[in-house]
Nanobody
Framework: QLQLVESGGGLVQSGGSLRLSCTAS????????ITWFRQAPGKEREGVSC????????NFAQSVEGRFTISRDNAKNSVYLQMNSMKSEDTAVYYC??????????????????WGQGTQVTVSS
């Protein structure tokens, strides 16, 4: 059974950077499409950025374009989200999600069967 664990969240000042990690166990991530989602209190969960099994990247949230970069390291069975020039609006719980049944990136939460526990990101200003 695939298990996902996020890490790297914390408190950062506006304009600063954080790097989130999503590490898998139980199964290789090589064949999976993986998306980072985020959810702020009282808000719907939204897709942020996705990487497919061929390394293709899609940014779902226009507000992160040019600031956030998703990547994967199959040798380490991990996916990362580098977040630069952070803003207060980036404050949320960040989740990684994966599904092996997808052939391309998809922003809908119901398409993902595997989720991590989430990691809190707080941006102060």
């Amino acid at each position: 059974q695939l298990q996902l664990v996020e890490s790297g969240g914390g408190l950062v000042q506006s304009g600063g950077s954080l790097r989130l990690s999503c590490t898998a166990s139980g199964e290789s991530l090589d064949r999976y499409v993986i998306t980072w989602f985020r959810q702020a209190p009282g808000k719907e969960r939204e897709g942020v950025s996705c990487i497919d099994d061929g390394g293709g990247v899609t940014n779902f949230a226009q507000s992160v374009e040019g600031r956030f970069t998703i990547s994967r390291d199959n040798a380490k069975n991990s996916v990362y989200l580098q977040m630069n020039s952070m803003k207060s609006e980036d404050t949320a719980v960040y989740y990684c999600a994966a599904d092996g049944g997808l052939d391309s990136c998809n922003r809908r939460t119901y398409n993902y069967r595997n989720w991590g526990q989430g990691t809190q990101v707080t941006v102060s200003s």
